[in-house]
């Protein structure tokens, strides 16, 4: 009996993607969420900027390294500055939203687990900004780091933080987009295992560099969301894939004049 010694590129489980329009909602219904549950922080000015201080201290007491030492990197160039506003500005959402694409076609078990690793950080970031409204370093007056999407543009914020209609810039703690990104690095080196798979990290490692260095983000909004990720990925585990058993080819021995052991044993032919 021989076997194959390598086995064919495995087809999606189409029985593990779950209805399109169904997904369709509930993707649409995670974002929609995500933005209202921002705006819901909005006005705790004065705690913000309470809760920004000590966290400041807190970091500086811890030896963390200080994050005017990446923004220093982006000033060196007006050219990386303004490209590191557009990767935070552009980047987020629809690399998120592609990285679900792909999984729903691809590898739909793979989709399902991510999806609902997506929405349990997202809850719980969610309410960590109703929690501890926090003010980014940005805004930081004893940070002294610049507003680049200010300065050098472009920028998603409006130029009055305690009015602004689109977003809410006291939701820093924890960084969704370096959150998000994870997820999407980590599902992709799980869904692909392929040799390179590992360089899909360099998303969420570019996404910490711009959340820093942009000073829209502490390092501690990192560590946080990546404890309550690690949390997230122990509590929903991917499920097991059935394995198939492999594939068997004929046998390329001649049937005439073949005696198997128990009839060689006995003597006789068949």
Avoid at 46 to 60: K, M, V
Wanted: aromatic share 10%; net charge positive.
């Amino acid at each position: 009996m021989h076997t194959r010694s390598e086995p064919a590129e495995r087809e999606p489980d189409t029985s593990a993607r779950p209805p399109l329009v169904r997904e369709l909602l509930l993707v649409a219904g995670l974002f929609l969420v995500y933005k209202l549950g921002r705006q819901a922080a909005t006005g705790h000015v004065d705690e913000a900027f309470h809760n920004a201080g000590h966290l400041w201290n807190f970091e500086r007491a811890a030896g963390l390294p200080g994050e005017g030492t990446v923004q220093g990197v982006l000033l060196h160039s007006h050219t990386l500055v303004q490209a590191a506003n557009t990767y935070y500005a552009t980047v987020h959402f629809p690399a998120t939203l592609a990285f679900l694409v792909w999984l729903y076609w691809r590898r739909p078990l793979h989709y399902v687990w991510s999806r609902r690793i997506l929405t349990a950080i997202t809850g719980a970031a969610l309410a960590l900004h109703l929690l501890f409204p926090l003010a980014p370093p940005r805004m930081l007056h004893a940070a002294g780091l610049v507003d680049t999407g200010q300065v050098y543009g472009p920028t998603v914020y409006g130029d009055s933080p305690a009015t602004d209609s689109m977003a809410n810039q006291f939701a820093a703690m924890p960084s969704l987009h370096f959150g998000w990104a994870l997820v999407v690095a980590v599902g992709l080196i799980v869904a692909t295992r392929s040799r390179w798979s590992l360089l899909w990290l360099l998303h969420p490692l570019l996404t910490l560099f711009v959340i820093v260095g942009t000073a829209n983000h502490y390092w501690l909004d990192s560590i946080v969301v990546s404890a309550l990720l690690a949390v997230a990925y122990a509590a929903l585990r991917l499920p097991r894939t059935p394995v198939l058993p492999p594939l068997a080819w004929p046998s390329t021995v001649p049937a005439q004049g073949y005696a198997s052991p128990a009839y060689a044993r006995a003597g006789v032919r068949r």
